[in-house]
């Protein structure tokens, strides 16, 4: 069986989408294989946990979600993915910032398998992911797009996973 992953991306600093397919792209060299990938949608930022209007200072994000394909020989656990992430965020030039600040870009585990997990640095599924606009629009779309877009051999894995997280 191959692991599966769910990847959200944000981005309100530059090119949104362009900063997106370079991660993508990146992703791909580093073992995982996008099967499918919503539309973009334009958010609203959040700021202590609340939505509110973009600003000069705190642009709206462009954020799209992905499902990938993991390469085992190369991803082996939740945390491998984590370190890949981290690192491409890095190479893309995300600045460390405090919670709640733009980003270049970045990079969430949502579901990994159906794998539940709370660790210092990684908890899954992601925590707030229900309650994020731009995870649930996207994951709808996705589960919409899979009825009628066959991603053979993955089709029941990721048919499982969202019957498993998502309501």
């Known amino acids: 069986?191959?692991?599966i992953a769910f990847l959200a991306?944000?981005?309100n600093?530059?090119?949104g989408k362009d900063m997106t397919s370079k991660a993508i792209a990146s992703l791909k060299e580093g073992g995982c294989n996008l099967l499918l990938l919503s539309s973009f949608y334009i958010t609203k930022p959040m700021i202590d946990g609340v939505y509110k209007e973009p600003t000069a200072q705190m642009p709206a994000f462009t954020n799209c979600?992905?499902?990938f394909a993991l390469n085992q020989a190369l991803?082996?656990?939740p945390q491998d993915l984590l370190i890949l992430a981290k690192k491409i965020e890095a190479n893309l030039g995300r600045k460390q910032r405090p919670k709640w600040s733009e980003r270049e870009i970045d990079i969430d585990i949502i579901f990994y398998n159906t794998i539940t997990l709370v660790s210092t640095d990684l908890t899954l599924p992601h925590p707030e992911y229900l309650k994020r606009s731009f995870v649930?629009?996207?994951l709808s779309e996705l589960k919409s797009l899979l009825q009628n877009?066959?991603?053979t051999p993955h089709q029941n894995q990721v048919n499982k996973m969202l019957l498993h997280f998502a309501s």
Request: proline share 5%; aromatic share 10%; glycine share 14%.
């Open 13 to 15: 600093i530059g090119d």
């Open 9 to 11: 991306f944000g981005s």
């Open 136 to 138: 649930t629009k996207p």
């Open 75 to 77: 991803i082996k656990t």
């Open 1 to 3: 069986m191959t692991n």
């Open 149 to 151: 877009f066959d991603i």
């Open 65 to 67: 979600l992905g499902i």
